[in-house]
Antibody, heavy 122, light 109 residues
Framework: QVQLQESGPGLVKPSETLSLTCTVS????????WSWIRQPAGKGLEWIGR???????NYNPSLKSRVTMSVDTSKNQFSLRLTSVTAADTAVYYC????????????????WGQGTLVAVSS | QSALTQPASVSGSPGQSITISCTGT?????????VSWYQQHPGKAPKLMIY???KRPSGVSNHFSGSKSGNTASLTISGLQADDEADYYC?????????FGTGTKVTVL
């Protein structure tokens, strides 16, 4: 069973860049879309973006100007960079594989990493 | 891209059935059969319960079922159990993006 694990700093200063990495184990990163999703404390889930193993990306329009995702197939990892962070970016950040079917395409998230809390504070 | 609309809370007694609605638009729920549902217990990562509107992943109990009509999807939990008490989120593909629902807290009375 594929497993995902997020890693990165738990504290980022305002106006700086948030950087996280998701390591995929017990399976290959190839031929799938991979996503980042976040959840502020006590609030709902927000899709941040997705990346295919070729490097093709799609981002949430509300975050597009600040988000960059990348993939390193040799390390079975993909990453998230979010620039110019504010307190509103404080959240638990999850990485997830995007499930896909031949008939419908990529449309659901499974499995998920355990999540990592990132706080934005000086 | 607005969040899909879900009721804030739904409750039921053990053994009862409950249904959670998820209302979107013709740009998301209404256009694609790519609605999924997630269960989230406190402090845990979300768990996929339903995908492609009504399909259950291996290992998910058959007392969870999904459906869709027009711009509204629904998750039904039949024979409510104590462990079903959790937050539930719907999600829809929206054309190279995804949108989640506002979330519903299910309480087992």
């Amino acid at each position: 069973q594929v497993q995902l694990q997020e890693s990165g700093p738990g504290l980022v200063k305002p106006s700086e860049t948030l950087s996280l990495t998701c390591t995929v184990s017990r399976g290959s990163i190839s031929s799938y879309y991979w996503s980042w999703i976040r959840q502020p404390a006590g609030k709902g889930l927000e899709w941040i973006g997705r990346i295919y193993t070729t490097g093709s990306t799609n981002y949430n329009p509300s975050l597009k100007s600040r988000v960059t995702m990348s993939v390193d197939t040799s390390k079975n990892q993909f990453s998230l960079r979010l620039t110019s962070v504010t307190a509103a970016d404080t959240a638990v950040y999850y990485c997830a594989r995007v499930g896909s079917s031949w008939s419908q395409g990529p449309g659901w998230f499974d499995p998920w990493g355990q999540g990592t809390l990132v706080a934005v504070s000086s | 891209q607005s969040a899909l609309t879900q009721p804030a809370s739904v409750s039921g007694s053990p053994g009862q059935s409950i249904t959670i609605s998820c209302t979107g638009t013709s740009s998301d729920v209404g256009s694609y059969n790519l609605v999924s549902w997630y269960q989230q217990h406190p402090g845990k990562a979300p768990k996929l319960m339903i995908y492609e509107v009504s399909k259950r992943p291996s290992g998910v109990s058959n007392h969870f079922s999904g459906s869709k009509s027009g711009n509204t999807a629904s998750l039904t939990i039949s024979g409510l159990q104590a462990d079903d008490e959790a937050d539930y989120y719907c999600c829809s593909y929206a054309g190279n993006s995804y949108v989640f629902g506002t979330g519903t807290k299910v309480t087992v009375l």
